[in-house]
């Protein structure tokens, strides 16, 4: 297999995830919005993919940069971006070799993204690379999904009506649980259908590596951040719960 199946958002797979994911459909962008107001410094957004977070971040004032590996969820942001009558700077790279010539307040990763560096050492090099990415003081935001899910294996089957009348189907069957290194690989067939006959597929292999809470703490310390915090789904009025599907860590750098 080689490195570019992996986690690759291609054509169809892009277009499924603006039509299953449209803006303000999950409570993340609401939740980070409220964080960032009136924040007054650039904002990095790693994997920005299409747009989802970064477009309603450019249409709260903010001044956003993101980059993303996809050439076609790429595409998708700027053309949404062009359309708002946006021209943030968007680059086509990866999470181990992304380069900006300036440094941010912030680096945001939303909805697990994070979660698609499948191997810890990569993980830690890259939490590094995001601390020499911010300015002093800057602050790092990071969603992820817990480690419950490695053990989840349901199969992933959904099918969406898109725009213009395709039917587009996917369907994610878990191929490895890695328990020694928590690493889960998902094999995720997309179809396009038109006029009940099946014109295109893509097979792409979806690899994540789900973290600990205490480990994911400590890795942001060992990264170099400190003032590390954590809430759960969202909802800074309570504790953490253990049915918490997802955490949002907080870092500084100093
Ligand atoms: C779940 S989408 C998130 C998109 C966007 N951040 C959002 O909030 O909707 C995950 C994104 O991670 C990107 N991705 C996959 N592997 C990556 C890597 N090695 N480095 C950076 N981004 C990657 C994908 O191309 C995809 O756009």
Known sequence: MTQTTINRYGAIASEIYDIDKPDFALP??????????????PILEPACGSGRTLIPFLKAGHDMAGFDPSP?????????????????????????DFGFSRTF????????????????????????????????GGVLV??????????????????????????????????VTDWFRQRAESVYRYERWRDG????????????????????RMALEAAGFCSVSVVGNYDRSRGLRGSDRTWTFEALRA
């Open 28 to 41: 993340d962008t609401r939740f980070h919005l409220a964080r960032f107001e009136s924040f007054g410094r």
């Open 72 to 96: 076609d969820m790429l595409d998708r942001c700027r053309t949404r971006c062009a359309e708002e009558g946006f021209a943030p700077e968007l680059a086509q790279a990866r999470y181990e």
């Open 105 to 136: 307040g912030a680096v945001l990763v939303p909805v697990g993204s994070f979660t698609l560096i499948d191997d810890f050492a990569v993980a830690m090099d890259v939490l590094r690379r995001f601390h020499a990415a911010l300015e002093p």
């Open 197 to 216: 006959r099946l014109i295109e597929t893509e097979i792409d292999i979806m690899a994540q590596r789900f973290w600990g809470l205490d480990e994911f």
């Open 142 to 175: 990071i969603d992820l999904q817990g480690l419950g899910f490695l053990a989840s294996n349901s199969i992933d089957r959904r099918r969406w009506t898109a725009p213009s009348g395709d039917l587009l189907t996917c369907e994610g069957t878990r191929s």
